[in-house]
């Protein structure tokens, strides 16, 4: 549903619900109670926000110094299967705001009560994981210096605990958003301190051979950015091995053959980038809902550079399907810019407004 739509249902204007959504107004109990209504949530809302109320009224002097254990630990994790299961479907729209919240309400917890020593590594671990997740979810929602500030302290809070693999999936994180952002020496320096630390995973290394692939393309290396991304793909062959961090799971064919794309991109290889850019998103798992989207975007751009624009009005038409049940910020700024390459290649009227529509299908303030 559209923050349109439920608007509209619930008798709020559209601004007003949308504050709600990326946690810039908070809702009242009667509030909450309507969208139940709305929503058929049987007053979960209504609880959540009796939950919230308990939990943040003024603790009694007793309770101030009462250090952060077991209990704190399991919510946290409770929150990131949440997290990540909401945005694998529908994208980061609307949660980078509760993820930031809760990574830095726990921090400050920490640093005002403390943790049961016996406790302290685990909690700092699965913080620091919340703090990814937080990061993924601001760089997904376009808050690049959000999401940098976030991953820095995750990576401290995980050194903090002796957790290299953490460390690790952090640097991955810095690293594609350095090459998300055209930092690519930045990103080469990310990628080889992982590197120059000898991961005896392959898939580890793999990423990070990926994230160097990237950063050459950029620097205008293309045929050594290929050689780079195949050395790569050799550490994703036979799956996650019992050297591989579960985290490394979401790497697969469409993810090679999307990196593979940006490479073929960024040599002027229109044709190249076409034909992987298709191949990506032929073989993406359905179960990734988000990157449904996010790869059709990353199609369409590219079609539209290669003046295919039958191609490209029936992957738009598409896309407007698609999209219009994520919430992702970067899916839309893609489509809009491939509406202004086509207006730069004299795209079709007809072509423009297919990709027009998209754009508006995705736009996560719609």
Excluded at 124 to 146: C, I, K, M, P, R
Excluded at 222 to 238: C, T
Excluded at 280 to 305: H, I, K, M, N, W
Aim: charged fraction near 30%; charge should be negative; proline fraction near 4%.
């Amino acid at each position: 549903m559209s923050v349109r739509a439920l608007a509209d249902r619930a008798r709020y204007g559209k601004t007003y619900i949308s504050e709600l959504e990326l946690g810039q107004k908070p809702p009242t109990e009667a509030v909450a109670r309507r969208l139940d209504d709305v929503l058929d949530t049987g007053g979960e809302l209504a609880r959540m926000i009796a939950r919230t109320d308990a939990e943040e009224s003024p603790p009694r002097q007793a309770d101030r110094a009462e250090p952060l254990g077991d209990r704190d630990i399991e919510r946290l994790r409770d929150t990131i299967r949440h997290l990540v299961a909401l945005d694998t479907l529908h994208g980061s729209e609307g949660l980078a705001g509760s993820a930031s919240r809760t990574f830095r309400g726990t921090r400050d917890r920490l640093g005002v009560a403390g943790v049961r020593p016996h406790q302290r590594d685990d909690l700092l671990v699965t913080l620091a994981e919340l703090g990814e997740v937080a990061a993924w979810l601001a760089f997904d929602s376009e808050h690049q210096d959000a999401s940098r500030r976030i991953a820095t302290e995750a990576v401290l809070l995980a050194q903090a605990a002796g957790d290299t693999s953490m460390v690790r999936f952090l640097m991955n994180h810095l690293s594609m958003q350095a090459v998300y952002l055209g930092r690519p020496a930045e990103a080469l320096d990310l990628a080889g301190r992982v590197l120059a630390d000898d991961p005896h995973s392959p898939r580890v290394t793999g990423m990070m051979r990926v994230r160097r692939a990237r950063a050459l393309a950029q620097l205008g290396d293309p045929i050594d950015a290929l050689r780079e991304l195949k050395l790569a793909q050799r550490g994703f062959d036979k799956g996650v091995g019992p050297d591989d961090p579960s985290w490394t799971w979401w790497w697969h064919a469409a993810e090679f053959a999307r990196h593979e794309t940006h490479i073929r991109r960024a040599d002027g290889d229109v044709h190249g980038a076409v034909a992987t850019s298709e191949r990506a998103v032929l073989s993406l798992p359905t179960a990734q809902g988000r990157d449904q989207a996010v790869f059709r975007a990353d199609l369409l751009c590219d079609l539209v550079e290669a003046h295919a624009w039958h191609d490209a009005d029936r992957v738009a038409q598409d896309l407007a399907r698609v999209a219009a049940g994520v919430g992702s910020a970067r899916v839309h700024r893609t489509i809009q810019r491939a509406e202004r390459r086509g207006v730069r290649n004299r795209a079709p009227r007809w072509l423009l407004d297919a990709i027009q529509e998209a754009a508006a299908a995705a736009d996560p303030a719609a």
